[in-house]
């Protein structure tokens, strides 16, 4: 009987081979997909001398701090670090609500003139003013030099705001019906019904926000250029790559006596290559704390977003 039931039980050789072949895909992709960042951060953690040899794969050969100390003796790591912060925080509660809302309002089949405001929302998306009309409203607006102008015109996403109302749509009319008779109001339904029901939709939108917000730098360079307190991360993170290259160059042609002494000696404990590394580590490790915890509803709410159109 126990040789009856393992004969049933036994794989036939095409799905073992097919699992096999399955988990070797699997294997390549994670190292394909791994590498990148590990190697990334072993370069990171080398010492800066031993770098240049090249060779390093995913481990540091000269273990050290160095290169993240270099980071952080800049005093506009930290504002830029609490500028980055405040906008992501800030733009994901702007950017939700009034995307949300907007989805919500077009997502009504029997709104009025509903064909004309979505063919108004998607002009935008194919078709733009251009950098100096944009830098010329923001003027305008008054805020250049202003935290506000990394909130106030990233309110609304329109392919946000796509993903939201076919989301919505496929809410059954029912449920805002009944709350409707009850004597609800479309903004009670919203907050109380739709809302709640919607938390994969909602998780993937504000990563999008969240992630939009974090990795920005253009805005900064075009309309915060004098106030370097309002730099964010990137801004600051790019200007600190800026000046080990400067460094490592002036270094690197160092032999006569009009350069900065100070600059030479800077250059040859430091490498660009570990510097960008570096920063790239400190950029990405809060976005991938963050993910995991929301990755089941940034998957459910993009497949469920992509039913209808």
């Known amino acids: 009987m126990k040789s009856a039931n393992k004969i049933k039980h036994k794989k036939p050789l095409g799905d073992r081979l097919l699992m096999i072949a399955v988990y070797v895909t699997m294997v390549v992709v994670i190292v394909v997909t791994m590498y990148p960042f590990l190697n990334s951060l072993a370069i990171s953690l080398n010492s800066a001398d031993d770098t240049a040899k090249g060779g390093v794969t995913i481990y540091p050969r000269l273990f050290t701090f160095e290169n993240y100390r270099t980071i952080f003796k800049n005093d506009l790591v930290f504002s830029g670090y609490t500028i980055t912060i405040a906008r992501t925080l800030i733009g994901v509660v702007t950017g939700l609500f009034f995307t949300s809302i907007l989805a919500f309002g077009l997502a009504h089949r029997h709104l009025a003139g509903r064909k004309f405001y979505t063919i108004f929302c998607l002009i935008p998306m194919y078709?733009?003013?251009?950098?100096?009309?944009?830098?010329?409203?923001?003027?305008?607006?008054?805020?250049?030099?202003?935290?506000?102008?990394?909130?106030?015109?990233?309110?609304?996403?329109?392919?946000?705001?796509?993903?939201?109302?076919?989301?919505?749509?496929?809410?059954?009319?029912?449920?805002?019906?009944?709350?409707?008779?009850?004597?609800?109001?479309?903004?009670?339904?919203?907050?109380?019904?739709?809302?709640?029901?919607?938390?994969?939709?909602?998780?993937?939108?504000?990563?999008?926000?969240?992630?939009?917000?974090?990795?920005?730098?253009?805005?900064?360079?075009?309309?915060?250029?004098?106030?370097?307190?309002?730099?964010?991360?990137q801004s600051v993170l790019i200007s600190i790559i800026n000046e080990a290259s400067f460094a490592e160059r002036v270094a690197a042609s160092a032999g006569g006596a009009s350069f900065d002494m100070g600059n030479i000696a800077r250059g040859r404990r430091m490498n660009v290559r570990s510097i960008t590394m570096s920063t790239m580590i400190v950029t990405i490790v809060p976005i991938v704390m963050v993910y995991p915890f929301i990755q089941r509803y940034f998957i459910k709410g993009i497949m469920i977003g992509s039913i209808k159109g």
């Open 127 to 233: 078709f733009g003013g251009g950098i100096i009309p944009m830098f010329l409203l923001i003027r305008n607006l008054g805020l250049l030099n202003n935290f506000w102008v990394y909130i106030i015109p990233n309110l609304v996403n329109l392919w946000n705001m796509i993903l939201m109302r076919s989301y919505f749509q496929n809410i059954p009319e029912s449920l805002e019906e009944s709350a409707r008779i009850d004597g609800a109001r479309y903004f009670s339904v919203f907050w109380r019904i739709i809302f709640p029901i919607s938390t994969p939709m909602i998780a993937t939108i504000c990563l999008y926000i969240g992630v939009f917000h974090w990795n920005s730098w253009f805005d900064a360079a075009y309309y915060v250029p004098l106030n370097k307190s309002l730099k964010p991360m």
